[in-house]
């Protein structure tokens, strides 16, 4: 069968692959959806220095079932959850309420050992990460991945009703933050991203946004906010631009933070005194495990959070090495690239 592979600088393949023996404990899943994330394109960019499988945010259907799976059957619509806590229910984390932060108790699906992932024809997931779900189409279904991560950024964050809100970057993850922002009673939303993201600028102003200010072309911390700032930022942009963020808050706002930067782009620097002196929180969000999957589809469900629109992309699996080089291309015009298999 066919896979797709990665590599630095925006090299993609399909290989022929054969898939090992189905484990007793995994469901074979034929790809329907896959969606390219933002993490994806870090890695073309920066880390991938070998070929290497990729996709993590992808739906499909249940095509066998080892002999230990109890909960799937063949012809189950699923998604994946890429990380879950399954194997310590006794750790201190777990027992105090908090299993999001039992990180040495996860089955993670990105991380492990694989000759396939998302961008291939089938894939081999553990039962214990596979969500059922119904009445979402496959290729919005498979935005359920990167909606808990909004979701957990939104969470953090703890926006309050009348709570003014900056979303910096508006990709995926930051136009569903945005939808959420506002389903939370935000009074008044910025988007922020750069003037060449047309697309983008303009989703964000259908999602809700009053306004989209471009870092690009004017200095935004000179913005004449209504409150003389906002009470809450949202970053899903690089880690450096926290030291903006810092300057946009008015006294006791909270500045939310999720993203990796790998070496020298983990480091940011900012104005301590900022953050010393307006009581601001810098609050780092991380969705893991993979959280929020039954709610993100009451929310998709309920139509408070709706993907259909950034969806500007699609291929198949035939098509993905140029489609995806034709998407990272095209800043301009795009906001998200989706695999759909029939």
């Known amino acids: 069968m066919k896979a797709g592979y990665i590599k630095a600088h925006h090299q993609f ?9 189905l484990p007793e404990d995994e469901v074979l899943v034929k790809v329907m959806a896959c969606g390219f994330c933002g993490h994806d394109k870090i890695l073309a960019d920066y880390k991938a220095q070998d070929w290497e499988p990729f996709g993590h945010e992808f739906a499909g259907v249940v095509e066998a079932a080892g002999a230990k799976v109890t909960g799937l059957k063949v012809g189950d619509r699923v998604v994946v959850m890429t990380s879950m806590f399954v194997t310590s229910p006794m750790s201190d984390f777990v027992l105090n309420g908090r299993p ?3 990180y040495e108790s996860l089955v993670d699906y990105v991380n492990r050992p694989h000759v396939e992932m998302g961008f291939a024809e089938k894939t081999l997931v553990p039962e214990c990460l596979c969500y059922k779900f119904d ?18 950024l939104v969470k953090t964050a703890d926006i309050k009703l009348g709570d003014d809100v900056v979303v910096m970057g508006c990709g995926a993850i930051g136009l569903m933050a945005l939808q959420m922002a506002k389903a939370s009673g935000a009074r008044k939303i910025w988007a922020v991203d750069q003037s060449g993201c047309r697309k983008k600028a303009e989703l964000a102003l259908g999602y809700g946004a009053d306004e989209v200010l471009f870092t690009d072309t004017a200095d935004i911390t000179e913005y004449p906010w209504p409150k003389g700032g906002v009470d809450r930022v949202l970053v899903t942009t690089p880690p450096k631009t926290i030291d903006i963020a810092t300057r946009l808050c008015r006294p006791g706002g909270i500045i939310a933070f999720l993203g990796i930067g790998y070496g020298e782009r983990g480091m940011v620097t900012f104005d301590s005194n900022i953050v010393h002196l307006n009581k601001l929180q810098i609050r780092g969000s991380n969705a893991m495990p993979a959280l929020y999957f039954p709610f993100v589809f009451d929310m998709m469900h309920a139509g408070l959070v709706k993907v259909d629109k950034m969806i500007t992309n699609t291929f198949t699996l035939d098509e993905l090495p140029g489609a995806l080089n034709a998407y990272l291309d095209d800043a301009a015009g795009t906001c998200k690239a989706v695999m759909i298999n029939r």
């Open 13 to 21: 393949e399909l290989r022929d692959v054969t898939l090992p023996e």
């Open 135 to 152: 009445g979402i189409p496959d290729e919005e279904a498979c935005f359920a991945e990167p909606m808990g991560v909004a979701a957990d």
């Open 100 to 102: 999001d932060l039992a």
